[in-house]
């Protein structure tokens, strides 16, 4: 199998290579041309407390490795607010000006909305499925834009601050970028930290100190975004400087955020064990599993499925993704009396866990709950993690 490479990263906001290494782990991951293992490490800058991945795959790598994933499936509900996108939007759209969008996949219901907002909508995406011609920013013209957007996204890349100059380059002058990335403030919260593609784990403060530096001033701020896990951030190309003070007690606060996010990857585990013992307990009787995540990887680590276990997930596109552990992958329609006569239900995809649930009722009249449903990645109360 092979393994994603990585080579060492310095401090994006100050140049700093004084890190506190914090967390590491590996994850097997599924692509188009194979399975693969990506390790992850994450580190805090003792200098200025931005929180980020180092040693971090290459540029290069990252961007090989999205061109080469599946394109986002959007067949069972969206992960994200599209209403809550456009109230942001409809304050700064200009009727007859350009919009782009870095990173949104295949154009859908948020871009038909999105079109009475602008004269001109752009959409760029690295992935080779999303069938774009203008894979990137720089494929823009100087001074083109009026208004970029990209939604968690500049988590994933590796040159954040180059990645930021070529934004400012393509927007006009006096152009907004609207930005949502997770916010490290949360992950006491959830398990974003276990997300391994992210690189960059953000606060107001790390955010606003690399985009000055490159010219986008901070205009708005705001937990009111398309996802419960992140921030809205809105930048104006234009000057303006950060003072150094702006970092007082960042470092101490980024290790707590990392370490209440440890806390819920280990509770996380916890629930995994236990979800384990009740598989085995129901021995030959018909259980369901849905979602191909790296949640149902860390389920099914050193651990044998019976014939009686199917595993199922709304994209066609994964049914091949469990293929080195000898699992082929089913969609929902093709299980359905599988699932109607399932004594648990466990769904390793949590954002969609609702959708799931109303659809097993609608196609097999099966309602799953108590102890007969088990959410990984859930808090005791239900709330969702990831």
């Not at 152009?175 to 990335?181: Q, S, T």
């Not at 648990?344 to 449903?373: D, H, M």
Request: proline share 5%; with cysteine; charged share 20%.
């Amino acid at each position: 199998m092979e393994e994603i490479k990585l080579q060492p990263r310095v401090c994006e906001v100050c140049g700093g290579v004084n890190l506190e290494y914090v967390w590491s782990s590996v994850a097997t991951v599924a692509r188009t041309s194979g399975v693969l293992r990506f390790p992850y490490s994450i580190s805090v800058c003792r200098n200025c407390g931005f929180c980020f991945n180092s040693p971090c795959p290459s540029s290069s790598d990252l961007v090989s490795y999205y061109a080469d994933g599946p394109p986002g499936f959007k067949g069972i509900g969206l992960p994200y607010s599209i209403d809550a996108r456009l109230t942001v939007l409809q304050q700064y759209s200009v009727p007859n000006g350009v919009y782009a969008e870095i990173g949104g996949d295949q154009p859908d219901e948020f871009h038909r909305r999105c079109a009475p907002l602008f004269g001109t909508l752009l959409n760029l995406d690295i992935n080779d499925s999303s069938g774009e011609e203008k894979k990137t920013i720089i494929d823009l013209a100087e001074n083109s834009l009026d208004v970029l957007a990209h939604y968690d996204v500049l988590e994933h890349v590796a040159d954040v601050r180059d990645f930021l100059s070529a934004c400012y380059r393509a927007l006009k002058p006096g152009g907004f970028m609207i930005c949502e990335v997770p916010d490290i403030r949360l992950y006491p919260r959830n398990l974003l930290l276990q997300e391994y593609e992210h690189v960059n784990h953000f606060s107001t403060t790390t955010l606003s100190a690399i985009t000055s530096q490159v010219g986008l001033n901070p205009v708005e701020f705001s937990h009111i975004c398309s996802r419960p896990y992140g921030f809205l951030a809105v930048f104006q190309k234009g000057n303006i400087n950060i003072p150094k003070s702006f970092f007082k007690d960042e470092f101490i606060d980024a290790l707590a955020c990392v370490h209440g996010g440890i806390m819920q990857i280990k509770r996380c585990d916890e629930h995994i064990k236990l979800v384990r013992q009740q598989i085995r307990l129901l021995g030959e009787k018909k259980i369901t599993i849905w979602g191909v995540t790296d949640l149902l990887r860390s389920l099914l680590a050193d651990f044998e499925l019976s014939e009686s276990i199917l595993v199922v997930d709304s994209d066609p596109g994964r049914k091949f993704h469990l293929k080195d552990l000898g699992v082929t992958v089913l969609q929902p329609k093709d299980a359905t009396e599988h699932i109607k006569y399932s004594e648990l239900l466990v769904i390793c995809a949590p954002r969609y866990c609702l959708e799931i649930v109303n659809w097993v009722a609608q196609k097999t009249a099966k309602k799953f709950s108590g102890s007969e449903l088990q959410v990984i990645g859930s808090s005791p109360s239900g709330e969702t993690l990831r």
